[in-house]
């Protein structure tokens, strides 16, 4: 996931560029001025930037607890609160199996990692019985 961000982010910004340095040159009937071009790069980098937003998933994990960072928000867990962790048929990410039939998606442990993703889960499901062991 994290390649897949950079490459489109680079491929969007590339596009974008091509677009304001092209601007000028089409006579279409519109005026293009400088500020058009400056524009066409910001949106791009605006869109660059929600891009690599998918990189930022990450999990840090240890016999404490565990710390989940996806897009935007960060949540700490303790192993107490969390009753396991899960990938279910079909689902594009892992999660923590929570009190209440709750859940919280761990978008850094995608499937498309396949193996990866299984020795990932498999370290937090380790973890997590040895915390909940010692108790």
């Known amino acids: 996931m994290l390649i897949t961000a950079w490459v489109c982010a680079v491929a969007v910004m590339a596009f974008f560029a091509v677009v304001a340095y092209l601007m000028p040159s089409e006579d279409t009937g519109v005026i293009f001025r400088p500020v058009d071009q400056a524009s066409m790069m910001v949106i791009g980098a605006f869109v660059a930037g929600g891009l690599l937003l998918m990189a930022r998933p990450r999990v840090r994990a240890d016999g404490h607890g565990i710390e989940i960072r996806n897009v935007v928000l960060t949540r700490w867990f303790p192993w107490p609160e969390v009753h396991g962790i899960s990938f279910p048929d079909g689902a594009s990410s892992a999660r923590l199996e929570l009190p209440d039939d709750e859940y919280h998606p761990v ?7 396949r193996g990866l993703a299984v020795r990932n889960v498999r370290t937090l499901r380790d973890l997590h019985r040895d915390a909940v062991r010692r108790g």
């Open 107 to 113: 978008l850094a442990v995608q499937a498309v990692d």
